[in-house]
C-alpha cells in the first residue's frame, strides 16, 4: 500500500443474466499498488466480476472505474492500462517466446525498438535464452506461466488481472512466481489475482471473499483471520463458505 | 495499422509452422485433380471391342480402321457370325461389337444408305453411352468425309452434338468442381478451426481484453485464409491449364473477382460456424459433414441436380457451391460474362450478407 489512491473503484455493481443475477451490489476499492485477492468458489460471480472490470462485459447497473476510466463509455482507454493473464496462460504454442512477446507488443501499439528492449529484458530475467527461438510448446509449465505474466506485463499496464494464475503448477514453482508478483507490485503495478490456494490468500494485502454473487468478507489477512477467529485463511474460506 | 499488421504476420506463423496442414492444403486439389483428371475420369481409352463385318468391303474397312484409328478402341476379336456374338460378350472383355450390314458399300452407292448396329454391354451404362456416343461421332465424320468425295446423299446417322466440350473432356467438369469445393472447404473449416483454436487455448480472451477491436481481430483471422485460398484457385487453375488443357474461355480477370466473392462467402460461413462452436473438433466436424458432403453431392459438381428428386433439388438451393459452380462454368467454358451471371451473383452476395449478420448478432450476444 505505497499510496492511497484508488485505481479501482466500484459502487452498487449488478450484471443480471436474465433474472439470475451473477453479481450483486458489489461495492470495493482497490488501491494503487496493491496485491488484491479476489477469492470465492467456483461459480461465485468472480469470472463476470472480472470481465466488467476488464470492459469485456458491461454491468446492468452500479458505478465502475477502472484506472479512472469508466467501464461504460471508456473501455478503449481502459484496455490500454490494464494487462490480463488467464488460467489457460494464453501463449501461442507454436510460436516461440520472442515471437509471442512481439506479438502481444505489437497488438498494443509498442514500437519495435521498444519490443526489442523489453523482450531481450525479459528473456534475461526469465532465463529464457537458450529457448529464446523454440516453440512455446516445448517449455515446461512453469516456464509458460512465468512468460505468460511477462507478456501480461510488456505494455507495462497500471494493473495487472491473474485469473488463477498458478493453476497446476508445482509449490517450488508457486513460490517463484508469487516472487514475481512481488516484484511487480514493489514497482508500483496493481494486482487482481484471483486463486483457491488459501496459502496464497495470504501473501495478499487485501483480500475479498465472494459468495453467491455478494462480497461476503474485505480486509487483510490478518484481520479476516481475527474477525472469523479461526487458524488459517483456509479456516476462513470454510466459514464463509458454509454461511452461504 | 501496425497492430493489425502484427496479427497478420502472427497468423501466418500459425499457418506455416503447421506445415502438415500446409501439405495437405496444397497437396489434397493437386492430388484430387490428377484424380479425377486421370483415373477416376469418364474418358475411356483402348476400350476393348469386336467388330462382325458382313461385307468386308472397301467401305466397310474403311469405317472400322476410322474407328479403330480413333485411340478410344481397340480391336479383340474379328467375328464371323452372329452366333459368337454373344459368348464374345461373357467372356467379359469386350465394351461393344460393331456389326455392319451385307453388301455395305454397295448399298451406300445405290441408296446412299447403310446401316450400322452398336451392341453395347449395358451393365455399366456409364460407360455404355460414352461410348457409343464416340462411335455416333465418328460414323457422322465418315459420313462427311464420303458426302464429301462422292458428293451424293448419304444416309444421316441421329447426330449428336456436345457443345462446349465437344471431346466430352471430364476433366472440363473437374477443374471448375474441385476449385469450388476446395475453395469452400479450405475457407470454411479453416478459418472455423483457426478461430475455435484461440477460443479453446485461451488466447481469444487475452485478444479481446486488448485494444484491438473485435473486428480487427475477426479481419486480421480471416485474411491470410484469403490470400491462401486465392493462391489455391490460382495453382488449380493453372494445373488445368497446363496438364489437361482446360481453358478459361471468358475474362480471367471476372473469373478471379468471382473467386474471391467466394472466398469471402465461404469465410463467412466459417465466421458464422465458430461462432456457435468452442472447440476444435466440433469446428472440423460442423465443416466436414455441413460443408463438404453436400457440397460434392449437391452442387452438380459430379451429380446433376436436374435428376435428383425435388426435396435435393431444393436443399440444393442453400448450397453456395451451386451457384458458384454455375458461374465458374460459365465465365470459364461458355465465356459467359456478368450480365447473364446476376441471378447467381445476386444469391452470393445475399448468402455473405445473411452469415455475416447471424455472426455479428452472436457475438453481441455474447458481449452483452
Redesign the interface.
Known sequence: MKNQKNIIEVEGLWKKFGSFAANKDLTFQVKAGEIFGFLGANGAGKTTAIKILCGLWKPTSGKVKVSGFDVYTETNKIKTNIGYMSQKFSLYEDLTPVENIRFYGGIYGLGKKVIRDRTEEALQNLKLENVANSPVKSLPLGWKQKLSFTVAMVHKPKIVFLDEPTGGVDPITRRQFWNMIYEAANRGVTIFVTTHYMDEAEYCDRVSIMADGEIKALDTPANLKLQFNAETMNDVFLKLARNG | M??F???L??EF??IF??YRTLLILFGMPVVQLLIFGFALTNDIKNAPIAILDHSKDELSRQLTQKILSSGYFILVENLESEDAIEASFKKGNIKQVLILEQGFASKIERDGSASLQILADASDPNIARILTNYIMGIVNDFQNELMKDTKLPVEITPEVKMLYNTELKSVFMFVPGVITVLLLLISAMMTSISIAREKE???M????????RPIQIIIGKVLPYVILAFTLAVVILLLGYFVFDVPVRGSVVLLLVYSIIYIVLALSLGIFISSVVNSQQVAMLISMAALMLPTIMLSGFIFPVENMPWPLQWMSYIIPAKWFIIIIRGVMLKAIGVGLLWKETLILFVMIAFFIGLSVKKFKIR??
Request: avoid cysteine; aromatic fraction near 4%.
Open positions: 501496425k497492430q499488421i502484427g496479427l504476420r502472427k506463423y500459425h509452422r503447421d487455448m485461451g488466447t480472451e487475452v485478444l479481446l481484453v486488448s485494444p484491438l458481449l452483452e
